[in-house]
């Protein structure tokens, strides 16, 4: 079927919506193929630690970027495209594997999700006051929104730390009460 879809895409045929947007599974399935066939086969052993790969990487990026400048976006060029694009994404990932900074903000990603945007306005609005310009020039600055990104997962960071802390402490407090309360009935049952 996600031939069929290709194929109607290349003749410039249409179909209708499908509830829940199931016609794009059939779209995109071949990304889901070509991962599974990589793992699989364990290609990620192959390329991983390999200095070619970075380069082949870059190489790749600056194919895809040229045939989105090009304007070859259209007929199977859009598969084309999204397949080198993450064929490079893949190869970067391989690249930076084991890199803890990348790994630490993965993990609290979900809390960055949740923080960053009453966090990032508040940052750009002190920001703003500090340099004496308004927020959308300072968000127009390249250096500028560097820094507010760099102290928005900072800040994220550590609300995350205090979080977790304080989940830490809770979580021993109810495992105490819950042991001394076990033992209270345990001693009371078989007395």
């Known amino acids: 079927m996600s ?13 209708p919506d499908l509830p829940w947007g199931i016609d794009r ?17 364990h290609a990620d052993d192959v390329v991983r630690g390999k200095s070619w790969v970075t ?13 989105l400048f090009i304007g070859l976006t259209t007929g199977i060029m859009w598969f084309v495209m999204a397949l080198v694009g993450v064929a490079a994404v ?13 790994q630490y903000f993965g993990r609290i990603s979900l809390v ?7 966090v990032y306005k508040v940052i750009v609005k002190l920001l703003s006051i500090v340099v004496r ?6 968000r127009g600055k390249f250096i500028l929104s560097i820094i507010i990104v760099a102290l928005t997962l900072a800040v994220c960071a550590a609300v995350y730390e205090v979080l ?3 989940l830490r402490g809770w979580w021993g407090r109810s495992q105490e009460l819950e042991k001394q309360t076990r033992g209270d009935r345990f001693d009371e049952k078989y007395r």
Do not use: R, W
Request: hydrophobic share 55%; net charge negative; aromatic share 12%.
């Open 3 to 15: 031939i069929v879809y290709i194929v109607s895409d290349i003749l410039g045929c249409t179909f």
């Open 25 to 41: 599974v059939f779209k995109y399935i071949g990304f889901y193929t070509v991962g599974t066939y990589i793992h699989i086969h």
């Open 55 to 67: 380069a082949i990487a870059v190489i790749l990026l600056g194919l895809n970027f040229s045939l």
């Open 90 to 102: 893949g190869m970067i990932a391989f690249v930076i594997n084991k890199n803890p900074v990348l």
């Open 112 to 118: 960055i999700l949740c923080v960053h945007g009453p």
């Open 133 to 138: 310009m308004t927020t959308d020039a300072v």
């Open 164 to 166: 977790i802390e304080q």
